[in-house]
């Protein structure tokens, strides 16, 4: 395709061409860039024509690597809703906060972004069937998407992934293989089946095709905002693909010069599991950890993609917040007051920036966006948790408390 260059491995900087089912590094197995003609995007892209164009992620198809005009998942994709809150920001002592909120996607999450993609990829390689590992949201986007372009999918899911999200992936006639162990033996047994049945791999921390599906988020904050980058963007962080298409999706604009400024990246993870983030404070290799929180969708104790993760945060010049799964929900309710219903893991990012806050870790005068990447509906279980459960008495109007 015109709008891509070659694929680069982030460790060794080998140059591949863009094949799409070429995932890893053929010389040294690292994970892998996707570079465009910038040149042709700028020609190609710009703001005049985008004011003509559908208001999905696929507006911007100059920054994706789908060929225009081939198949595509017919569920539309992007163009969440930014919610401009001030009287959070005066809450915070913020100069003006933004909610982006991607629970309005077709599964509810941001991951229908990635899996867009990954069945248009799919089908461009005629493949049989796609396939991943997931706790949760990645897999009901992988089997939704499916199942409206017609392909197979595979999806493994650890014992603890939520009921309501399990229930997602059967309801769209996916074949769910629950694994009895934790994310990484999920992630492992995905691998292992992807490559002996030839399936399409939609893990997003192996397949490089997938982080540009996310990046579209922060393609849309931009335009959003008028063209004009916050000063920081929160996001909750587990195997680290969101932060790195986040950050990718900003630096993509900034070289073709649609913005003339890049925002600071946060990333929180929960206090239970954070592994990137502690690479990130100590300055150290990334070590595994145990998987204790109630954000599944952020419990992954073994990151397939921290040294793109790491990188947001550390070229970026951004900062990292850890939150307690008691923070989380006190967030989930925050939120909810604003009329926004994110689920744990899509709090969690909302948590830290109310942390971050009360540390005074950012500027007063400072534009920030929040990302809430999936719905409460995914985890009713914790929304109750969170909010508590209603009055109940009998029918009768002397009964009723008073309000």
């Not at 372009?149 to 899911?157: R, S």
Request: net charge neutral; glycine share 8%; aromatic share 8%.
């Amino acid at each position: 395709m015109k709008n891509m260059i070659a694929l680069v491995c982030i460790k060794c900087g080998a140059e591949h061409e863009p094949a799409p089912t070429t995932y890893t590094c053929k010389k040294c197995g690292g994970i892998m860039d996707l570079k465009y003609d910038y040149k042709y995007v700028r020609k190609h892209m710009t703001k005049d024509k985008l004011l003509c164009r559908p208001l999905d992620m696929w507006r911007y198809t100059e920054l994706l690597p789908v060929a225009e005009g081939a198949p595509r998942s017919r569920l539309r994709t992007g163009w969440s809703p930014l919610y401009h809150i001030p009287e959070f920001a005066e809450r915070l002592g913020l100069g003006s906060l933004y909610i982006k909120d991607d629970g309005i996607n077709p599964t509810a999450s941001l991951k229908d972004r990635a899996s867009a993609v990954a069945v248009a990829k799919a089908v461009e390689t005629k493949a049989e069937a796609v396939a991943c590992s997931s706790t949760g949201n990645a897999a009901s986007s992988l089997a939704g998407h499916s199942a409206a372009i017609g392909m197979k999918a595979f999806i493994f899911v650890p014992e603890r992934a939520p009921k309501a999200k399990v229930s997602q992936l059967m309801v769209f006639g996916a074949n769910v293989i629950s694994v009895i162990g934790s994310y990484a033996d999920t992630f492992k047994l995905s691998a292992e089946a992807i490559e002996k049945f030839g399936w399409y791999n939609r893990n997003a921390a192996i397949n490089p095709y997938l982080i540009e599906g996310k990046k579209t988020v922060a393609l849309e904050i931009a335009e959003q905002l008028g063209w004009n980058s916050p000063d920081y963007v929160v996001v909750s962080v587990g195997d680290g693909c969101t932060i790195a298409g986040v950050w990718k999706g900003f630096k993509d604009l900034y070289e073709i010069g649609m913005i003339d400024k890049l925002p600071k990246i946060i990333s929180v993870q929960a206090t239970g599991c954070y592994p990137i983030n502690r690479a990130f404070e100590e300055n150290k290799p990334l070590a595994w950890m145990d998987e204790n929180t109630i954000a599944d969708s952020i419990a992954v104790g073994a990151p397939r993609n921290p040294d793109k993760a790491l990188a947001a945060i550390r070229e970026s010049c951004g900062i990292a917040v850890n939150v307690t799964d008691d923070e989380i929900l006190s967030a989930m309710k925050v939120l909810g007051s604003y009329g926004i219903f994110g689920e744990p893991a899509a709090s969690a990012g909302t948590a830290g920036l109310i942390k971050a806050a009360q540390m005074k870790l950012l500027p007063p005068d400072a534009k920030v966006v929040s990302l809430v990447t999936g719905s409460g509906l995914k985890d009713s279980a914790n929304a109750i948790k969170a909010a508590g459960e209603p009055v109940r008495i009998e029918p009768r109007l002397e009964l009723l408390p008073s309000y």
